[in-house]
Structure formats: C-alpha cells, structure tokens
C-alpha cells in the first residue's frame, strides 16, 4: 500500500497497489497532478504556433464584440506590438513615481494617479449624521484621481489633507460621547 500526500490540504491519501493512482483528492476535490507546476512542450515550434493560432481562432468566435464598442481601439491607435510594449513600459515608470499604487476595483490591475480635483459646495451636498450634528465632509475637499491603464476605468480617494480632515472629527465626536 502506497500513500499519496495532497498539495493542497495535506491528507494522505492510501493507494492499494495495482489500482490506478488518484486523479483527485478525495478531501479537497484538486487535482493532485499540477499543483504549482508549469508544463512544457519541446519540440516543433511550428505545431505550438498551430495550435495559438486555432485557440486564437476560437476565442474570436465565442466572442462577438461590436466594431462600435471598441471604435476607439484602431489599426492607427495600436499599430504593432512595440506600441504596447512602449505603452506598458510608460506604465511601469508612472507606477514608480506614485506614492499610492490602487489596485482597480473591476479588473485589478494597478491605477495611474492622473491629478486632483477640488469638489467645490455647489457641487457637493453633506449629509450631516444625527449623532454629530454637523457633516462628516465639507466643501471644498480634493479627490485624487486615478485611472486603470487597462480597462480606463475612473477611480478617486479623498485627498490626504481632507483624510485627516475626516479622521479628526470623527474622533472628536468619539471623544465627545466618552465623556
């Protein structure tokens, strides 16, 4: 009797000679091949762009996109690979320069913070909890703006001074309902 250990949740698994080892653990329901490995194939190269090639082909099929919806996405705008790259490159540099790096709340990729803007009162109407008796936030406040490099999403967080700002009276009516 051999004994097989799980990758995933560390259960022995028992394996009575001449039967076929297990394909999934009996406990965890994961594949007991694969775990944390990449497989490769050596050999022609022809047959691997084949294959890309015929998946490329399917993807294309189960999805059907309008021209419309990505009429801003050209031949012109993305003319070879080297756009990209230099695009994903100027990227990378922006997220070097930026103190906060946001992840994007729908496709999770990092987000560029692109500037500020001042929300002034005629924008912006408080609403003033009972508890404290006068708004949390009040015009005129900064919102940082970032933007993902992938799916251009908008995304903003309150600025650092109005942060503060927030956190005080917050506090301070803490600090009032203690005493």
Same mark, same amino acid.
């Given at each position: 009797?051999? /004994?097989?250990?799980?990758? %995933?949740? !560390? ?8 039967e076929e080892p297990e394909k999934i653990c009996p406990v965890c329901e994961n594949? *007991?091949?694969?775990?944390? &490995? ?6 022609? +190269?022809?047959?691997?762009? +084949?294959?890309? @090639?015929?998946?490329? $082909? +399917? ?12 009429? %801003?996405?050209?031949?012109?705008s993305l003319e070879s690979s080297e756009d990209l790259e230099r695009f994903e ?11 906060? /790096?946001? $992840? ?9 913070? &692109?500037?500020?803007?001042? =929300? ?11 508890? *404290?008796?006068?708004?949390?936030? $009040?015009?005129?406040? #900064?919102? &940082?703006?970032? /933007? ?5 999403? =908008? ?8 942060? !503060?700002? *927030? /956190? ?6 803490? #600090?009032? @309902? *203690?005493?």
């Amino acid at each position: 009797m051999s /004994v097989i250990i799980c990758p %995933w949740c !560390q259960s022995e698994i028992l394996q009575e000679e001449g039967e076929e080892p297990e394909k999934i653990c009996p406990v965890c329901e994961n594949e *007991l091949d694969g775990y944390r &490995t990449l497989q490769f194939s050596i050999g022609d +190269e022809e047959d691997e762009e +084949e294959e890309d @090639n015929e998946d490329i $082909e +399917e993807e294309e099929r189960s999805i059907s996109i309008d021209d419309e919806d990505l009429g %801003w996405l050209d031949d012109e705008s993305l003319e070879s690979s080297e756009d990209l790259e230099r695009f994903e490159e100027g990227v990378e540099s922006l997220y070097d320069e930026q103190e906060l /790096v946001p $992840e994007c709340p729908l496709c999770h990729e990092y987000m560029i913070e &692109t500037g500020e803007r001042i =929300v002034g009162a005629s924008e912006f109407f408080p609403r003033v909890p009972d508890s *404290l008796g006068e708004p949390l936030l $009040e015009a005129p406040f #900064k919102l &940082t703006m970032y /933007v993902c490099p992938s799916c251009f999403t =908008v995304h903003s967080f309150l600025g650092d001074e109005d942060r !503060q700002r *927030l /956190v005080r009276r917050i506090s301070q009516r803490d #600090k009032e @309902n *203690l005493v």
